[in-house]
């Protein structure tokens, strides 16, 4: 049995399969804070259920304060126009939170009417969608119903390799062909917002006109981020050991206002992943485990164990030592915020030098 809060339930990418193959079920409670994917599942669920042109008909959407059971009930039992199924989806039914929260409302057991209304949604042909921004709470009766038929679907952030994969399938709903890199890119230039990255292909889509794939070119035109493209050269000239190249862009970054301590950061996850999978290679591991491992695309964990192969494991356990050195450097005020990037790329990069 669930307590407290929940957070659980099937995964939006689990969810989201199965509703494409067309294995629908009479209900579902999409929680969580991300309405990008809750609108993502409900979009999928409306080309599943409805006839194309009959959505006016066949699709309701009520509010949960002003819902009755009665009347979703009613819904659920009417025959969809022209074919397919009804969808009728309740947001923020209250019924989901946790009882201390409703001390206000009036007596009588009103969630054993909505207990009722999602049994009923079996025999019915309509599918009924409960969305709520937040976890529910896992002590009540609706949401165990509800667990109890598989409906849960957690719409919380999703892992680095789920989002990829959520990228490359809206490029492909927009008509174009976003490569694995070239989503892995826009990923780590963009961060990992979902509003924000849709908004950032929208514009490289626009910028690629009749072109049927995105490259990385379309995408450094067009997209801005948290971080630079140059952060995302220097990361791959340093886990390549390509000095010049990594000293030519660090002074460039810092020079057009990138943060020495931002730089030192990423630039020590990077070296972190490398050590990561460089100890997974010489543990026998392929590239689906360390893919598995670090929570990164297939291809990523390639290129990460393309780039270990450069490094000895004493040469990464001391690049994090000299990490750790230059971003006491640049708290303490003991080294310039420049000088201390470039004398850690230096060491980074030069073969021997750590």
């Known amino acids: 049995m669930s307590r407290g809060r929940s957070v659980g339930g099937r995964s939006y990418r689990e969810a989201r399969e199965e509703i494409g193959a067309g294995r629908l079920r009479p209900v579902y409670l999409l929680q969580g ?67 201390r929260a409703m001390a206000a409302d009036p007596p009588g057991d009103a969630e054993a009417a909505w207990l009722t209304v999602v049994r009923q949604a079996a025999g019915s042909p309509a599918v009924l969608v409960f969305t709520l921004g937040r976890a529910a709470d896992g002590r009540r009766r609706l949401y165990r119903e509800i667990a109890s038929q598989g409906g849960v679907v957690n719409c919380s952030a999703l892992p680095e390799a789920d989002i990829v994969r959520w990228l490359r399938r809206k ?9 694995p890199e070239a989503a892995e890119a ?45 952060v ?26 990138e943060p020495p301590a931002l730089l030192i950061s ?10 990561a999978a460089r100890a997974l290679r010489d543990r026998g591991a392929g590239q689906e485990r360390v893919a598995s491992e670090l929570g990164v695309p297939p291809w990523v964990a390639r290129k990460y164990l393309q780039q270990a192969a450069g490094f000895r494991q004493d040469e990464l356990e001391e690049a994090i030592e ?33």
């Not at 995302?232 to 030519?248: G, I, K, M, N």
């Not at 750790?324 to 450097?329: H, I, K, M, R, T």
């Open 33 to 99: 804070t991300d309405a990008r994917l809750r609108e993502d599942l409900l979009q999928e669920l409306g080309r599943s259920c409805l006839q194309p042109g009959m959505e006016a008909f066949n699709y309701l959407l009520l509010d949960g304060d002003a819902a009755e059971p009665h009347e979703v009930a009613g819904h659920l039992q009417t025959a969809p126009v022209l074919g397919g199924r009804r969808l009728v989806v309740v947001r923020d039914l209250h019924w989901f939170d946790a009882p």
């Open 171 to 179: 490029a492909k709903e927009n008509g174009k062909d976003l490569p």
């Open 186 to 230: 826009l990923l780590a230039v963009a961060g990992t917002d979902l509003n924000r990255l849709c908004h950032e292909l929208e514009k490289a889509v626009a910028y690629a006109g009749d072109e049927g794939s995105l490259t990385l070119e379309h995408l450094r035109a067009v997209v801005t981020g948290n971080t630079s493209w140059g």
């Open 232 to 257: 995302f050269d220097l990361t791959d000239a340093v886990a390549e050991r390509q000095l010049s190249r990594a000293l030519a862009i660090a002074r460039d970054l810092v020079t057009g206002g």
């Open 266 to 275: 990423l630039l020590g996850r990077q070296i972190r992943m490398l050590l």
């Open 322 to 354: 000299a990490l750790v050195e230059a971003d006491l450097a640049l708290k303490s005020g003991r080294r310039d915020g420049g000088l201390a990037v470039e004398l850690l790329v230096a060491g980074l990069t030069a073969k021997g030098r750590l």
